[in-house]
């Protein structure tokens, strides 16, 4: 990952970010290797359903609609916590 694609990548999550937060959740980005982009929401949204369909759905548009580097975007499970 260069710092020109982090930084890339951040600018457009953070037009996303402030949504989230709403719902006391964000997102991270994990890494970027060849052109793909992972990402892991964090709290609140680490584990609402509505996660599954519709946001992946929109950060998927939005990434890809602005970086034309970008050919994908994974998004990882969230870690369990188990404390």
Not at 60 to 75: F, H, S, Y
Request: aromatic letters at 4%.
């Amino acid at each position: 990952m260069t710092g020109k694609e982090f930084d890339e990548v951040e600018k457009v999550l953070e037009r996303i970010r402030p949504a989230l937060k709403d719902h006391q959740g964000s997102l991270k980005l994990v890494n970027i290797k060849d052109g793909v982009v992972y990402l892991q929401f964090v709290g609140g949204c680490s584990d609402c359903p509505v996660v599954d369909i519709s946001l992946k759905n929109v950060v998927d548009i939005a990434i890809k609609g602005n970086l034309g580097w970008v050919k994908r975007v994974e998004i990882l499970p969230s870690k369990i916590n188990l404390a």
